[in-house]
């Protein structure tokens, strides 16, 4: 069964350093997304997109983050300069092949960023 | 931010018993319900989902219960196996979240154990 998959599985980074965290989204899916959850809180979501482009962004998503599908298969979060704050697991996300309407997103593992 | 609520951090349960997850939302434009499932150190993975024009929808073991009047949604677990201890979380999403690329909000979760 096709999977969301993310890359690396854990992410260590110095406050002030930027990171790349991937995802193969499931290769038919047209929309992508990112959500994070800050260790004992909710599952937040930061980002959609869809076309090559943001469809819509949290108030998390700030000028920090930036979101990219560099190609076919690959969807990156970039945090610029990283906070402690930040350190939360990240997920990605996708759904809906083309000429459906669905609304189940399907998640990766996660990537654990630990700022320090 | 609590549109989607889950009142209880957690709940047990005996092997082959009923498990039910219970889930509020106060959101009235939220048209479109999904429970996830979370084991540690994983993506949540989807279940099963209701849009608000139906009130049960039920896919094997599992079914969700929705009742607009009320703004409620439970997620039945019939019998429960030890494989069923998890977290697991509602979400729910409106049309004018995203566009076509919804995001969904989550409740806090509710760790179900089943005990053998």
């Known amino acids: 069964e096709p999977e969301v998959t993310q890359t690396p599985s854990h992410q260590v980074t110095q406050m002030g350093q930027e990171v790349i965290l991937r995802c193969v989204p499931i290769?038919?899916?047209?929309?992508f997304y990112w959500y994070r959850q800050i260790l004992g809180q909710k599952v937040e979501f930061l980002v959609s997109f869809y076309n090559n482009e943001i469809s819509e962004k949290s108030e998390i998503f700030d000028d920090q983050f930036s979101v990219e599908r560099p190609d076919g298969s690959n969807f990156t979060l970039k945090i610029r300069s990283t906070k402690l704050e930040d350190s939360a697991m990240y997920f990605c996300?996708?759904?809906?092949?083309?000429?459906?309407?669905?609304?189940?997103?399907?998640f990766g593992p996660g990537t654990r960023l630990t700022v320090t | 931010d609590q549109q989607v609520k889950q009142n209880s951090p957690s709940l047990s349960v005996q092997e082959g018993r009923i498990s039910i997850l219970n889930c509020d939302y106060t959101?009235?434009?939220?048209?479109?319900f999904l429970w996830y499932k979370k084991y540690p150190a994983e993506g949540p993975t989807f279940l099963i989902s209701i849009s608000s024009i139906k009130d049960k929808n039920e896919d094997g073991r599992f079914t969700v219960f929705l009742n607009k009047s009320a703004k409620h949604l439970s997620l039945h677990i019939v019998p429960s196996q030890p494989g069923d201890s998890a977290v697991y979380f509602c979400a729910a999403t409106h049309p004018l979240l995203g566009g076509s690329a919804r995001q969904l909000t989550f409740g806090s979760g509710t760790q179900l154990t089943v005990l053998p």
């Open positions: 996300a996708s759904s809906a092949r083309a000429g459906t309407i669905s609304y189940e997103q399907y």
């Open positions: 959101n009235s434009m939220f048209d479109y």
């Open positions: 290769s038919n899916h047209l929309y």
